[in-house]
């Protein structure tokens, strides 16, 4: 799931989801699939999170071609 900050801002965030998310029906655009390296998702998807499921560590997607 993609989010931007608004109107001519150049920030943006995008959510990884593991598990069906019914809550998100009818609010936002889900899109995607993994295709490849599911074991990073899975790595991705242990991390511990904090308040408001916020990562407690850097998740940093890098050297990932075109997104």
């Not at 993609?2 to 598990?19: E, L, Y």
């Not at 407690?56 to 997607?61: D, L, S």
């Amino acid at each position: 799931m993609h989010a931007n900050s608004g109107r001519d801002s150049n920030g943006c965030q995008f959510f990884i989801t593991c598990a069906k998310c019914d809550f998100l029906d009818g609010k936002h655009v889900v899109f995607g699939r993994v295709i490849d390296g599911l074991l990073v998702m899975r790595k991705i998807e242990n991390v511990p999170t904090g308040p408001n499921n916020k990562p407690k560590i850097p998740v940093v997607v890098s050297q990932c071609g075109q997104m």
